[in-house]
T-cell receptor, first 115, second 111 residues
Framework: AQSVTQLDSQVPVFEEAPVELRCNYS??????LFWYVQYPNQGLQLLLK??????LVKGINGFEAEFNKSQTSFHLRKPSVHISDTAEYFC?????????????FGKGTTLSVSS | DTAVSQTPKYLVTQMGNDKSIKCEQN?????MYWYKQDSKKFLKIMFS???????INETVPNRFSPKSPDKAHLNLHINSLELGDSAVYFC??????????FGPGTRLTVL
């Protein structure tokens, strides 16, 4: 069965510092991975996705992630964070079987950026 | 132009009542979904429809009944509401096997 583990429930950082949000996945089939961001009281917005091809994926707002098949990881990084990056971040793997293509989410990482 | 919209945004009701949440997408996508986000922010798939046909039903109590009148709409009807149904419900849509776009969510509070 597919699953996603986000290794940190909370990540506090200072503004302009680099950040890495860690995600490990488990899947026995082709892997399609996503990072979504949820700002307070809002819906989910896609940051980036890996479907195939280059293992380094660039997304919106200066975020990037690297797909590492041997380590079954898809960590999210940003070299310099802003206060406005404070939000909940979700890693997800696409359920991929004949029954459908819903997303299986990790439990989320709260990124708190302070000045 | 809102791509995926949900109504209402907030819903407060008493235990035992029946309520509906509506979802509409104007993206022309074939597939629509309902997800539930609990108080700990954990997101879990409930249902998935493709071209008005139910594809996924993730062991959701049968008090929850999705209805898709057409490709652009997927409504969620909940009978006999319970305290544990309090959550944020998200609708999403996607082209088949591609990126999902989420609505703003409906916060349901059962008293």
């Amino acid at each position: 069965a597919q699953s996603v583990t986000q290794l940190d429930s909370q990540v506090p950082v200072f503004e302009e510092a680099p950040v890495e949000l860690r995600c490990n996945y488990s899947s026995s089939v082709s892997v399609y991975l996503f990072w979504y961001v949820q700002y307070p009281n809002q819906g989910l917005q896609l940051l980036l996705k890996y479907l195939s091809g280059s293992t380094l994926v660039k997304g919106i707002n200066g975020f990037e992630a690297e797909f590492n098949k041997s380590q079954t990881s898809f960590h999210l990084r940003k070299p310099s964070v802003h206060i406005s990056d404070t939000a909940e971040y979700f890693c997800a793997v696409r359920m991929d079987n004949q029954a459908g293509t819903a997303l299986i989410f990790g439990k989320g990482t709260t990124l708190s950026v302070s000045s | 132009d809102t791509a995926v919209s949900q109504t209402p945004k907030y819903l407060v009701t008493q235990m035992g009542n029946d309520k509906s949440i509506k979802c509409e997408q104007n993206l022309g996508h074939d597939t629509m979904y309902w997800y539930k986000q609990d108080s700990k922010k954990f997101l879990k798939i409930m249902f998935s429809y493709n071209n008005k046909e139910l594809i996924i039903n993730e062991t959701v109590p049968n008090r929850f009944s999705p209805k898709s009148p057409d490709k652009a709409h997927l409504n969620l009807h909940i009978n006999s509401l319970e305290l544990g149904d309090s959550a944020v419900y998200f609708c999403a849509s996607s082209p088949f096997e591609d990126t999902q776009y989420f609505g703003p969510g409906t916060r349901l509070t059962v008293l």
